[in-house]
């Protein structure tokens, strides 16, 4: 079946660094997507992975592993702004994504 | 018009009534899609388009139907509502260029209830 896997919920401190796993199983894969979601906001892209290894831009950076089913996002210099859900969404064929339920996170002062 | 637009923002329905949300899009995307959100599971993919004229079936196509007669809009029909029906829906609408990211753009979401 098809299947991603993410953490319900996380914590960090303002000016830290979090890492933030996404494991799945899918019948094919042509691309891991991850997109933020602002409370009662809609989902906004942040980075595209469809290649193994890291890619950064700014603040954030995502990885992707194929062989093993794993990507992460590591967020950098944390905000309290990125207090939001963080959604990992794998592309399995031509344009659809099958998606994670997100991942809360919390940043503290 | 910037990006996508949704109708209403908000709804409250009686249950066995009709309903058609609201979606157009002015970036020319060829793919466009509907996604219910509910709390817990995330993001499930409705029906969707890959083109003007054609439609397909999502995850959880049940209970709803959808056209898409021009590029520009995808309605999304509830026949007759009911309040497993309540959710928040998404239109989300992507190009399909090879290649390409072809990332997926949100609406701003229509958060609907069923009494």
């Known amino acids: 079946g098809q299947n991603i896997d993410q953490p319900t919920e996380m914590t960090a401190t303002e000016g830290a660094i979090v890492q933030i796993n996404c494991t799945y199983q899918?019948?094919?894969?042509?691309?891991l997507f991850w997109y933020q979601q602002h409370a009662g906001e809609a989902p906004t892209f942040l980075s595209y992975?469809?290649l193994d290894g890291l890619e950064e831009k700014g603040r954030f950076s995502s990885f992707l592993s194929r062989s093993k089913g794993y990507s992460y996002l590591l967020l950098k210099e944390l905000q309290m702004k990125d207090s939001a859900s963080y959604l990992c969404a794998v592309r399995d064929g031509d344009y659809q994504l099958i998606w994670g339920a997100g991942t809360k996170l919390i940043i503290k002062p | 018009i910037a990006g996508i637009t949704q109708a209403p923002t908000s709804q409250i329905l009686a249950a066995g009534r009709r309903m058609t949300l609201r979606c157009t899009q002015d970036?020319?995307?060829?793919?466009m899609y509907w996604y219910r959100q509910d709390l817990g599971l995330g993001l499930r993919l409705i029906h969707y388009?890959?083109?003007?004229?054609?439609?397909g079936k999502g995850e959880v196509p049940d209970g709803y139907s959808v056209s898409r007669a021009n590029t520009d809009d995808f309605p999304l029909t509830l026949a007759s509502a009911v309040p497993s029906q309540t959710s928040v829906y998404f239109c989300a609408s992507s190009d399909t260029l090879a290649g390409d990211y072809n990332e997926q753009f949100f609406g701003p979401g229509t958060r609907l209830t069923v009494l």
């Open positions: 970036m020319r995307h060829n793919a």
């Open positions: 388009s890959n083109t003007a004229g054609t439609t």
């Open positions: 899918t019948s094919g894969f042509n691309g």
């Open positions: 992975n469809v």
